[in-house]
């Protein structure tokens, strides 16, 4: 069953064909969207196909509405963990972490990359291409070798995070860097007249968002209920969108009664998005020079904010900024007392909870599900390794260390 879709502009509801290579909308210059028909489809009979396959996120096909065969490293499945400590450090009764570091390429990128770059195949396209701050064009990369395709990346000459680059790099992207930060380097990608056989992979390309929406999809069979918040770092608004849109289509397919409440989650040097819910407008004012420690997230100018300020407010959701030194707290903590490694921008999520918990703007009896994006590895951080190192110690000095107290 494959159902019908069309890309529908998200403010004047101009629509294209599935099969139009279009980012933005003629008529206004606003995104697109993936839209189904799921009205008069029964979603019990959906949901007994999914239970048998394979815990990817091609279990959920049928709402991922592309006919090529799915290039795919089995992304999605990643793990649920209870984070207790990590509760007590927050303030909060119940802590779970969705840990998205545990896909093929290390983020939660390769959900829509897989997407994505099956589209790419489908419409009969030889380049992919992306600017990125790293983890995007890992994932490009890495799907596009698995396609036979050719991947270009655009940088910023700095704050990429090693292991992103050397990743990208490895899976063969022919990889360029600029001297200008990420937005830069987006616009540069946009405004760019690309070849008939490229096709561009940022989050403006609506069908990325189908391989994320699939998040929720997890979360809900893994918890059978959507009485939780969920709390969300958010760059370039991609994936609190896709989540959003996700938990839509469950509530329309009639699979769920309610929705989550969702948390949005940005670095203070990096905060467009949550300034602009905060003043309670719909004008973003970007950061021209984004600074956090984050990388993942140093993005000032977020290009999918329409949708993302559509989901807090639709899910009577918070928005939340939070310092570098709380982000990294918070790795620590996931880290240290509860064994999960995740990258600096995914332990925004955390500390925006306990910032909010510190506030009294969250129900500490809550249940909180923290999406972590990507792993430690992505982002090593060399001001915690040389805090964390002994100095240079002789033989019987080390064996002290060791000793029972």
Known sequence: MRLQAVQA???????????EVVYRCSSC???????????????????????PREKTIWRYRELIPINAAAITLKEG??????AERAARWAGVKQILVKFEGLNPTGSFKDRGMSVGVTKAV????????????????????????AAGLKPV?????????????????????????????????LGMVLGSRLSAESYILNSVNPWRIEGQKTLAFELWEELKTTDYLVSI???NCGNISALWKGFKELHTLDLIRQFPRLIAVQAEGASPFVDMVNRGDDKLIPVENPSTIASAIRIGKPVNWMKALKAVRESEGLAEKVSDELILEAQRVLASEVGIGVEPASAASLAGVKRLAEKGMIDKNSTIVCIATGHALKDPNTEIISKQMYPDLMADEVSKLFAVR
């Open 153 to 185: 990346v655009v940088i910023p000459r700095s704050g990429v995070a090693f292991g992103k680059l050397f990743q990208t790099i490895l899976h063969g992207a022919k990889t360029l860097q600029v001297s200008e930060s990420f937005d830069k380097a």
């Open 233 to 235: 770092p958010v760059g």
């Open 9 to 19: 502009c998200i403010s004047c509801k101009a629509e294209y064909s599935a099969d």
């Open 77 to 82: 499945g990643t793990p649920l963990y209870e």
């Open 29 to 51: 210059g606003s995104l697109l969207e993936v839209r189904l028909s799921l009205e008069n489809v029964d979603g019990q009979r959906l949901l007994k196909r999914w239970e």
């Open 122 to 145: 489908e419409l009969k396209k030889s380049i992919v291409v992306c600017a990125s701050t790293g983890n995007t064009a890992s994932s490009m990369a890495a799907y596009a070798a």
